[in-house]
């Protein structure tokens, strides 16, 4: 049973491009959470897509953006790179079961460093 | 508002000595408990969770932590620790239940090494 699953790895890219990192979550979950792991710092909340719409966001700009497809998928966009958005992107998902507080389960993440 | 402190950034112990990593939480409902461990290079993995049932939380690789509402900790802890415990440990506050889950709030880590 394969884990969560992230696309790339690692990547470099310059100040105003635009990323996109995947996502695929553990097998039988539907829901994704995207965090951001600054150098030295614990994952902060980004957003979660829930039913292919995004159902909660952290305090992050417009810059950055999500998808959910049927398949539960996901892809998290940022445009406009700055700086300040070198960080391992991590995701992570989970079955949504109502009350019943689940387990998140994280992927290995993706290493964006912008220059 | 929900937030974690962990008390220490950096725990050194020798291999087979106990194991004490702090954390205090605020959290304006009843919350949710976690703490997650990162190796490097690799994902983070949950330890052990508390939901409003027992206090005392056993979790994997013989880690355990204790809910104190009066005190408004949950610290981890392992008896006897191993070489294969260093790593970067994080201490979690989950707000909710439902549509809420998954936002979690992290503390900003500590890091565990463990001499031989």
């Known amino acids: 049973d394969a884990g969560v699953t992230q696309s790339p790895t690692h990547l470099i890219k310059t100040r105003g491009q635009q990323v996109t990192l995947r996502c695929s979550p553990k097998?039988?979950?539907?829901?994704v959470s995207w965090y951001q792991q600054a150098l030295g710092q614990g994952p902060q909340f980004i957003f979660q897509y829930y039913e292919e719409e995004e159902r909660q966001r952290g305090n992050f700009p417009d810059r950055f953006s999500g998808h959910q497809f049927p398949n539960y998928s996901s892809e998290l966009n940022v445009n406009a790179l700055l700086l300040g958005d070198s960080a391992l992107y991590l995701c992570?998902?989970?079955?949504?079961?109502?009350?019943?507080?689940?387990?998140?389960?994280f992927g290995e993440g993706s290493r964006l460093t912008v220059l | 508002a929900q937030s974690v402190t962990q008390l220490d950034s950096h725990v050194s112990v020798s291999e087979g000595t106990p194991v004490l990593l702090r954390c205090n939480y605020s959290s304006s409902y009843s919350p949710s408990l976690f703490w997650y461990v990162q190796h490097p290079n690799k994902g983070l993995q949950l330890l052990l969770k508390?939901?409003?049932?027992?206090?005392l939380v056993k979790g994997i690789n013989g880690f355990e932590a204790e809910f104190k509402k009066s005190e408004t900790s949950f610290h981890l802890t392992k008896p006897s620790a191993h070489m294969s415990d260093a790593a970067e440990y994080f201490c979690?506050?989950?707000?909710?239940?439902?549509?809420?889950?998954?936002?979690?709030?992290f503390g900003r880590g500590t890091q565990l090494t463990v001499w031989p």
């Open positions: 992570a998902s989970s079955l949504n079961q109502g009350n019943i507080p689940g387990e998140l389960f």
């Open positions: 097998s039988g979950h539907d829901t």
């Open positions: 508390y939901t409003s049932a027992a206090t």
């Open positions: 979690v506050v989950s707000e909710g239940r439902g549509s809420t889950l998954g936002r979690l709030y």
